[in-house]
């Protein structure tokens, strides 16, 4: 889907790296225009809004806002220690930093980065904002840091207190990261992971379309 073909529908919303559509349904469901994009297929049932393709690609293709969702495998801090002890090259970090970097200086009026606790802030900028899933309805203390261009701080839409749950060694874990521990597939575990809650979603769908107007 080419998101130009069609001239008279603004404005338009780009939603990078992301195959779940979850930002994307919640634009959708607001009657704007918005698109995924990942090199991988959409998951979110929706494949005639999933631009599956390079990103970098389609910066330059007319949009008004875009939320970007890079990939976290080799920028969160919790893997940084893969690197210092030099069983990652960290020409991989390098890279996704890169990245991450091409996002944020695209030519687009309004920008989102969202990324888990990472060296984005220390080897680029520290973000505008750190939410956490609770603040929006989601059983979930997981912090995702927020870097913004042109877009206001997001506002706790839901604020709930997070159920814990204890494991046979005396760690602490708020219900849904235990839940995902539970998964054996490494790989579909950090797809769970990566994806947004709904309650952040439509938040951001909510509060980010504004600017549009």
């Known amino acids: 889907m080419n998101p130009q073909q069609d001239k008279n529908q603004s404005p338009k919303v780009l939603i990078a790296c992301e195959e779940s559509q979850e930002v994307c349904k919640a634009f959708r469901e607001l009657g704007i225009e918005a698109f995924s994009c990942d090199i991988l297929e959409c998951s979110g049932g929706h494949p005639e809004w999933h631009i599956q393709d390079d990103v970098l690609k389609h910066l330059n293709d007319g949009w008004d806002l875009m939320i970007a969702h890079p990939p ?20 991989l970090r390098d890279d996704a ?28 900028r520290k973000p505008e904002q750190i939410i956490r899933p609770f603040m929006f309805g989601e059983n979930s203390t997981k912090a995702t840091c927020l870097w913004l261009k042109d877009l206001p701080k997001l ?3 839901n604020m709930i207190t997070p159920t814990k ?49």
Not at 182 to 187: G, H, P, Y
């Open 165 to 213: 749950h204890t494991s046979k060694s005396g760690l602490v874990y708020d219900e849904w990261w235990f839940n995902t521990c539970l998964i054996s597939d490494l790989k579909k575990r950090a797809s769970i992971r990566s994806k947004t809650f709904p309650g952040i979603a439509k938040a951001m769908a909510k509060q980010w379309s504004v600017v549009l107007k």
């Open 72 to 91: 976290c495998t080799h920028l969160s801090i919790s893997g940084a220690r893969w690197f210092t002890s030099g069983h990652k090259d960290v020409k």
């Open 97 to 124: 930093l890169e990245f991450v970097k091409k996002l944020m200086d695209a030519n687009i009026k309004h920008i989102a980065v969202e990324n888990p606790i990472s060296v984005i802030s220390s080897r680029i």
């Open 155 to 157: 506002t706790t839409t």
